[in-house]
């Protein structure tokens, strides 16, 4: 029978099985963070539309298409948030960061959302983890970020990676370069597609993103912005890939990498990843040394990235699910059970207190089906708990069972090793 009910268009549920490979996830970007000094931030769910159309920029598949904008009931238009960069940069303003000693190095984690056709890999409610470096225009900045990403990654297992690396230069660069790419569009307007051709004016650098076959013959004698970086810009994306060199971080620079946020300048970066087909980037960020300014914050430079935790799960597969922690079931269907049923609840909180999983009945089953019930949890131990008082342990895995010291449990399960 079909549920009269089900999750919206694009979202899930997190059932418990997949709940462990995301707190995993999470757990391994926490302890990355923390060891770094990226604190955790927390920004609210929604913000004032207007942060996003100005943060994001108007012209953005984001703020054009994607955003869940709604009217609340005192007629303010708010937004679901699409990305966490500018709700941390309104933070950093709101809160007068810039009087902290800089950078503000600052982590998050949390559900995004965008108005989306769903797919693989592509939701409409999905998971981001991020880092923020905020106040400090130095290329270590950069350098420290994108290993930061590169950690997590390579921690977690993702298999696959590759990093590409470019840089957008500085606003006034860019402006500069962005009319030496409208002049080249305009003058192949007839080979575009219909969608970059409408927005060659006003966004111009999506056109390297296309997937149009006459957009990409074109793009292909596009000038580039790396190629054209120039003084500073030129030293600080030379100075990245120095310090990423000694590093041993592994990169290609790919002078045509864009990202789909205005308030990028000079470095950005994308970890993709060969398992993922369509949607291939499990993470990217890069410098936005404009955006707290536009903000109404002081001229600030910065730089971060987001990852998203679907792709990453899908990149590693499933297989996550399958590593339950190990745990033991206490059955206690004995007699009349009053005194074991006790005695059951006391040994699984002394197991819990030790740090060991344990569980017992809860549904008045048999014997029978009380290891039938263990089996299917998946326990690796059972203790039967016997009107005697004794009890006997079987180890699952090899149906071996045999007397066991209830006053020794913790010891007896784990072999003194925890
Ligand atoms: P894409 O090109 O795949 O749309 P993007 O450029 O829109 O990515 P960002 O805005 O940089 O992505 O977001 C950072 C990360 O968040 C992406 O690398 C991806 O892992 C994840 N992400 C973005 N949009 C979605 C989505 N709709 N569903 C799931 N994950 C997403
Ligand atoms: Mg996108």
New binding site residues.
């Given amino acids: 029978m079909a549920a009269k009910y089900q999750a919206p268009r ?1 979202t899930f549920d997190v059932l418990p099985a997949a709940a462990r490979g995301r707190a995993r996830i999470e757990a391994a970007a926490a302890a990355i963070f923390a060891r770094a000094g990226y604190e955790p931030l927390a920004t609210p769910v929604f913000e004032d539309t207007e942060l996003f159309e100005r943060g994001v920029g108007k012209s953005t ?2 703020v054009r298409k ?1 955003m869940f904008t709604f009217e609340d009931k005192g007629g303010r238009s708010l937004t679901l948030r ?2 966490g960069t500018a709700p941390i940069c309104r933070a950093y303003v709101e809160h007068g960061m810039h009087k902290l000693a800089q950078p503000v190095k600052l982590s998050y984690a949390g559900p ?1 959302f ?1 108005h ?1 056709r769903p797919q693989a ?4 409610q ?3 983890l991020g880092a923020e470096c905020i106040g400090t225009d130095s290329p270590l900045a950069d350098a420290e970020v994108i290993m930061l990403l590169s950690d997590l990654l390579g921690e977690l297992g993702v298999p696959g990676v590759e990093l590409r690396l470019g840089s957008l230069g500085s606003l006034e660069a860019r402006r500069a370069y962005l009319e030496d790419l409208k002049a080249h569009l305009h003058a192949h307007e007839g080979e575009l597609s219909r969608d970059v051709r409408e927005r060659i004016d006003i966004n111009p650098l999506r056109a390297f ?1 296309s997937d149009d076959e006459g957009t990409r013959g074109v793009m292909a004698s596009a000038p580039t912005i790396v190629g054209s970086l120039q003084g500073e810009d030129a030293e600080h994306f030379a100075a990245v890939r120095e310090l990423l060199d000694a590093a041993g971080i592994v990169y290609t620079v790919d002078p045509t990498l864009v ?3 205005d308030y990028y300048t000079r470095t950005i970066f ?2 993709v990843c060969d398992q993922l087909g369509a ?7 890069g410098r936005y040394d404009g955006l707290v300014e536009q903000l109404g914050g002081p001229a600030t430079p910065a730089i971060g ?4 935790i ?3 799960l899908l990149a590693l597969g499933e297989e996550e699910d399958a590593k339950a922690q190990r745990r033991v079931f206490i059955s206690h269907a004995t007699g009349a059970g009053k005194i074991s049923r006790a005695k059951a609840l006391a040994l699984a909180t002394e197991l819990r207190h030790a740090g060991i999983a344990a569980e017992f009945d809860l549904a008045g089953r048999s014997p029978k089906g009380q290891l039938k019930h263990a089996d299917r949890i998946g326990a690796s131990w059972v203790v039967f708990l016997e009107d005697s008082g004794e009890g006997q342990l079987r180890d699952m895995a090899s149906g071996e069972q045999r007397a066991v010291d209830l006053g020794n449990l913790v010891e007896e399960i784990t072999g003194g090793e925890l």
């Fill in positions: 694009g598949d984001i994607e699409p990305e995004f965008r989306e890999g592509r939701y409409r999905f998971h981001q993103d990202r789909g946020l994308s970890f949607q291939s980037e499990v993470g990217g960020g990235w987001a990852a998203g679907e792709r990453i």
